[in-house]
T-cell receptor, first 113, second 111 residues
Framework: DQQVKQNSPSLSVQEGRISILNCDYTNSMFDYFLWYKKYPAEGPTFLISISSIKDKNEDGRFTVFLNKSAKHLSLHIVPSQPGDSAVYFCAASIGSNDYKLSFGAGTTVTVRA | DVKVTQSSRYLVKRTGEKVFLECVQDMDHENMFWYRQDPGLGLRLIYFSYDVKMKEKGDIPEGYSVSREKKERFSLILESASTNQTSMYLC??????????FGEGSWLTVV
């Protein structure tokens, strides 16, 4: 039973526009969340994270929002660029030192020129 | 830069064969992991190791075993490969916590 769900398998967005990726979780013990980005034929790379003590974390064009009451987080990419075309995985853990991450199924983002 | 190297990128094996997937990391990390990635299922943890000769089962250990004889090397073993083990396998390492570094992946096809 997946505890982290990304219900949109794909997203297509025009270059320069905002990409919004959503992620829901069911385990209320999760308190640390991460986003990973994966290009084809490469391993995932860490993108951004957020602790449950915050509701927003920003890093350049990437912002993650956390709504604990709704058990929902989202990743915003503004503006979207062609190099952002990749698969994005949401992951969650219990504490920032827990190396057992639960991953979502991923969302494939395609940025159109 | 952290380097996690999976020596075999693409393999085709027959049902019933024994398969070894090798992974080496060069950053002296304590923790190493094996995941598999399948469409619609994301990344699922097969096994992880927190020290030499130490291992713990992940979420889907059935049909797999692992070996960690040296700190830098973590092997995934399919004792008798089956078609439902056709997948992309990702090795990863971590110094601590959930800062995880992934290798490039090994595509295994079992026919």
């Amino acid at each position: 039973d997946q505890q982290v769900k990304q219900n949109s398998p794909s997203l297509s967005v025009q270059e320069g526009r905002i990409s919004i990726l959503n992620c829901d979780y069911t385990n209320s013990m999760f308190d640390y969340f991460l986003w990973y980005k994966k290009y084809p034929a490469e391993g995932p790379t860490f993108l951004i994270s957020i602790s449950s003590i915050k509701d927003k974390n920003e890093d350049g064009r990437f912002t993650v929002f956390l709504n604990k009451s709704a058990k929902h987080l989202s990743l915003h990419i503004v503006p979207s660029q062609p190099g952002d075309s990749a698969v994005y995985f949401c992951a969650a853990s219990i504490g920032s030192n827990d190396y057992k991450l639960s991953f979502g199924a991923g969302t494939t983002v395609t940025v159109r020129a | 830069d952290v380097k996690v190297t999976q020596s075999s990128r693409y393999l085709v094996k027959r049902t019933g064969e024994k398969v070894f997937l090798e992974c080496v990391q060069d950053m002296d990390h304590e923790n190493m992991f094996w995941y598999r990635q399948d469409p619609g299922l994301g990344l699922r943890l097969i096994y992880f190791s927190y020290d030499v000769k130490m291992k713990e089962k992940g979420d889907i250990p059935e049909g797999y075993s692992v070996s960690r004889e040296k700190k830098e090397r973590f092997s995934l073993i399919l004792e008798s490969a089956s078609t439902n083990q056709t997948s992309m396998y990702l090795c990863a390492s971590s110094p601590s916590g959930n800062t995880i570094y992934f290798g490039e992946g090994s595509w295994l096809t079992v026919v």
